[in-house]
């Protein structure tokens, strides 16, 4: 009998266990700051630890879902704009766990600036209340909007402020605009203007005598020669009349005047 000689390898490589376990977070969105997102995930696995799969999210925004859930579903808002990367896991009866990511964009919501004034007409150095507590933004921002004003009378200088209103006092008759610039926490900004009529206030003439004035010139020369004039004094103009006061006369003004003094007897009137 011939021997015959063999070498044979019996060694056993390991097998490794193959889960099924796979987790999908679902396709990326786009969404507006303060909108909620609804993230829709799912997971797979065997037939025998599908209906014990258990879901987490992390959103990228610093929240997380509250626990492990049984439902691969969950929702969030974004309240800044910017790219997030929300992460799904996935964990099986044996704790064998899968994640899937998805993008998340989200866009900033312009603010829409609204103006109105309590008045608009006034006479002049009247003061008037404007206020932008109409304008919106998002809930998130709009305790973060920046207003600023400008008012035609000013050259529209810049006045910016965190106020939602002011108060502003037109000295000089017109028209005048007056603007106004929202501006949110993404540099994102609004305008409105309204228009103001600013009427000018007749002045109210009143009557003061004093007796016994000694008149000089030239407005005791001036009132013997006319019966009404004016003097250039500095840079204000006065109106005079010279008239007899009786019982049954007296005299009359009519037109729009600076000042205004009356001359008889050398008694002066000022009005």
């Given at each position: ?60 925004n610093g929240n997380n879902s509250s626990g492990w859930s049984s439902s691969p579903d969950a929702s969030t808002i974004y309240t800044a704009q910017g790219e997030y990367t929300a992460t799904l896991t996935v964990k099986d009866d044996n704790n064998a766990t899968d994640n ?172």
């Amino acid at each position: 009998m011939v021997a015959v000689a063999a070498n044979y390898d019996c060694s056993i490589e390991p097998v490794s266990w193959i889960s099924g376990l796979e987790a999908d977070a679902g396709d990326a969105q786009t969404v507006d700051e303060d909108e909620t997102v609804n993230l829709l995930g799912n997971g797979t696995d065997t037939a025998s630890d599908i209906s014990g799969l258990t879901y987490f999210w992390e959103f990228g925004n610093g929240n997380n879902s509250s626990g492990w859930s049984s439902s691969p579903d969950a929702s969030t808002i974004y309240t800044a704009q910017g790219e997030y990367t929300a992460t799904l896991t996935v964990k099986d009866d044996n704790n064998a766990t899968d994640n899937s990511t998805v993008t998340i964009t989200v866009k900033n919501v312009d603010p829409v600036a609204k103006l109105r004034a309590d008045k608009t007409t006034v006479d002049e150095d009247e003061s008037i209340r404007f206020d932008a507590e109409r304008s919106t933004d998002t809930d998130s921002d709009i305790a973060d909007l920046e207003f600023i004003w400008q008012f035609e009378d000013e050259d529209y200088a810049e006045h910016p402020t965190r106020s939602s209103s002011i108060n502003h006092t037109f000295t000089g008759s017109g028209d005048w605009d007056v603007k106004l610039t929202v501006i949110d926490d993404d540099d994102a900004k609004d305008s409105a203007e309204i228009t103001v009529r600013v009427e000018n206030l007749m002045p109210i003439a009143k009557l003061y005598i004093a007796h016994n004035v000694v008149i000089n010139p030239p407005w005791a020369d001036y009132a013997k020669s006319k019966c009404s004039g004016w003097v250039q004094l500095n840079s204000m103009r006065f109106y005079f009349f010279a008239c007899r006061l009786t019982k049954s006369k007296s005299c009359k003004f009519t037109g729009n005047f600076h000042h205004l003094f009356l001359i008889y007897n050398h008694t002066i009137g000022f009005l």
